[in-house]
């Protein structure tokens, strides 16, 4: 069965930057798309960002030029780095392949607070 660990999260000032990283295991990472994924206290899971096979990425609106997704297959790895974190970033942040195809792994919190 695939695994996915999250990694990275922690909880931040507003303006400050953090890196979250991906492990995914038992999957043929190199040949699916892959995403980072959130969710907000009370909120339904959105898509962050997203990175295909070909490295072509794609990102949310309310992270568009804050946040960079990346991928090394050799590594079976997905980062996310985010810069300029706000408050309304607070939520957990998932790994999974896009759309969403395996389980999901336990998440990474981030917290943006003063």
């Known amino acids: 069965q695939v695994q996915l660990v999250e990694s990275g999260g922690e909880t931040v000032r507003p303006g400050q930057s953090l890196r979250l990283s991906c492990k995914a295991n038992?999957?043929?990472?190199?040949?699916?798309?892959w995403a980072w994924y959130r969710q907000a206290p009370g909120k339904e899971r959105e898509v962050v960002a997203t990175?295909?096979?070909?490295?072509?990425?794609d990102y949310g609106d309310s992270v568009k030029g804050r946040f960079t997704i990346s991928r090394d297959n050799a590594k079976r790895a997905v980062h996310l780095q985010m810069n300029n974190l706000q408050p309304e970033d607070t939520a957990d942040y998932y790994c999974n392949m896009f759309p969403q195809g395996a389980p999901w792994g336990p998440g990474t919190h981030v917290g943006v607070s003063s």
């Open positions: 038992r999957v043929m990472f190199s040949k699916n798309d």
């Open positions: 990175v295909t096979t070909t490295g072509d990425t």
